[in-house]
């Protein structure tokens, strides 16, 4: 019961923490903003550890199957970071914000093809935006997009390594998957792999979906330019770790899928086993 409790308030801290980052890094920080920074990081630190401190399932799914919300965790924390070192470059010089900055913009430039989702995200600025920033918009596309790549990697790679989630020990399906109801009818395996495929084209689609959408409402309402520092980081944060993470949520479900589809066959072969 301690260790849950423990594991649950250093969780909680590291949410808060991660809310925190562009408000403590970056100057000039407006005290509405300071006030809305430490409402939500109040609110996302205490679901955070009511959710792990309980026994029972809430909404985080894959609770107790590491290493799924800690890569994602990492991921979500290094985009943020280093998104505000990028903003911070425009402000204080330093060898780490130049080559953050610099790293970044070569990754951006690398990725800006036409009809790929860096482009698509820059044009959805407005026809009057600076060049420097489109420049800057770019480089935090490029780096945070890459950031998802290299996770959404990195997981297949564990997943194919370490044989997850039989890595983690025994899993349970309802406290891993709780908003996934087992009784709704229909074969188990079939929905879990249908559930998992529509995770993954949904993730593939929303880096392109999102842009369009953004510039609809910019055409229709007001214009999305993101000249907002913090509007900036959370918006392009959101835009390539939102469909990195439906891309493993779905891997994650054919995985569980295969799982129980496995143990299905194991025990209809034992029960043609002679006692």
Known sequence: MLSRLTGALVRAFLVVLVISIPSLMLPGVSSDTVQ????VAFF?????FFEYASVYPGLVEFRDAPPFNRIRFVSLMATVTLLSVVVLARHETTTLTRFVDVLGSAMAHSIDVPYSPVRLLVLMLPVDASAAHIEIVRTAAGISYMISLISLAYFVLILRALGWPYASGGFNVWVNLPTFDPTAGGDVVERLRRDGWFNIALGFLLPF???AVLKAISTSFTPVTLENPHTMIWMVTAWAFLPASLFMRGIAMGRVAAMIE??????HAADFIPA
């Open 36 to 39: 809305i920074v430490a409402l």
């Open 44 to 48: 996302a630190g205490a679901l955070t």
């Open 209 to 211: 979906v999102i842009p």
């Open 262 to 267: 496995q143990k299905r066959r194991a025990n």
